[in-house]
């Protein structure tokens, strides 16, 4: 945080914008905004619609433009951030400029945070070129504070399944989240795997986080929160625009998480509640009621609570 007294934080949102419906900064200015962030918004790409509609027009950012609106910020001293968060990017290009500035960021103002959602994939399906994992890998991520893969991600970025198939399952995800620690951030969020997976429920989903300290102490925990019939998009864009609001406000990633994952569990109960019919041209379900969940995320009551484990040191 800035050493201004009683000063309003400051975002810096970059990821994609869509005309009608929520992903991207259509759902994380909202939610930053309802909870007292001033937000600047970058969007790597203008669509009509989200890309599980029939037809998407619009355009996307190219990296000779992206710099020059960080150009324009710089010309006019603008880069009076808090946080920095990072979405959907679509190339590796467009990565490295991205680093480049974060880095330049935060060295004038080392307070800075830069809350990094991995937009790669999920289910087995890249969403965006190989090359934007490799800038991941090895440029972004030593830049990042903190992290939300979702398990895929978490995949892709440590060059390797996670395999859940023995007796030490949950072991085998500590390990992982712990080779991405060693590629640089100090608080990681896999933002869902299907309990399943790990010997849990059918009908759970399960979030494993870790934080780690200076002298590679770690603090980890689980939260297990029920799987919800449908499909949703821009569930992942606003989760983490909770955990940065969350995190500044509690400072604590536990805390955080409890009340994001409660908040995103209402908002996708009252969109199935409340959405109508589907526009045939939408194959992906029904766009989040959030305006509708504004009370729900206003109030941020905590549904689940984390589990701690004991996992204290590097266990790789």
Not at 148 to 154: I, K, Q, S
Not at 210 to 231: A, H, M, V, W
Not at 233 to 239: C, I, L, P
Request: glycine share 6%.
């Amino acid at each position: 945080m800035s050493n201004k007294p009683n000063r309003i934080p400051r975002v810096l949102s970059i990821q994609s914008h869509v005309v009608h419906g929520y992903v991207g900064n259509k759902c994380a200015t909202f939610i930053l905004q309802l909870y007292g962030f001033e937000v600047d918004i970058i969007n790597s790409v203008h669509f009509s619609n989200h890309t599980g509609y029939n037809v998407v027009k619009g355009s996307r950012l190219t990296a000779d433009e992206l710099r020059s609106i960080f150009e324009g910020l710089m010309a006019n001293e603008l880069f009076d951030y808090d946080y920095i968060l990072t979405g959907y990017m679509g190339s590796g290009e467009l990565l490295r400029v991205v680093a480049e500035y974060v880095r330049l960021i935060k060295s004038k103002s080392p307070h800075v945070k830069y809350l990094c959602d991995p937009v790669i994939g999920d289910n087995g399906k890249l969403y965006v070129d190989q090359s934007c994992v490799d800038v991941y890998k090895n440029i972004i991520l030593p830049l990042a504070d903190i992290v939300t893969p979702n398990d895929f991600e978490l995949e892709q970025l440590i060059g390797r399944k996670i395999e859940c198939s023995d007796n030490n399952k949950e072991q085998i995800i500590w390990q992982s989240l712990q080779s991405l620690h060693s590629m640089g951030p100090s608080h990681i969020i896999m933002s869902s795997i299907l309990a399943t997976n790990t010997d849990g429920q059918k009908s759970q989903l399960q979030m494993y986080a870790s934080s780690k300290s200076s002298d590679n102490q770690y603090e980890t925990f689980r939260i297990d929160f029920p799987y919800l019939k449908g499909c949703f998009t821009g569930t992942g864009d606003s989760f983490s625009a909770l955990i940065l609001a969350w995190f500044h406000r509690e400072g604590n990633l536990i805390s955080a998480c409890e009340k994001s994952i409660s908040i995103l569990h209402q908002i996708l109960l009252n969109t199935i509640e409340l959405s109508q019919s589907v526009n045939t041209h939408n194959t992906l379900g029904n766009e989040l009621n959030l305006i509708e969940s504004r009370t729900a995320i206003e109030a941020a009551k905590i549904l689940f609570h984390a589990v701690r484990t004991d996992t204290k040191k590097d266990i790789n």
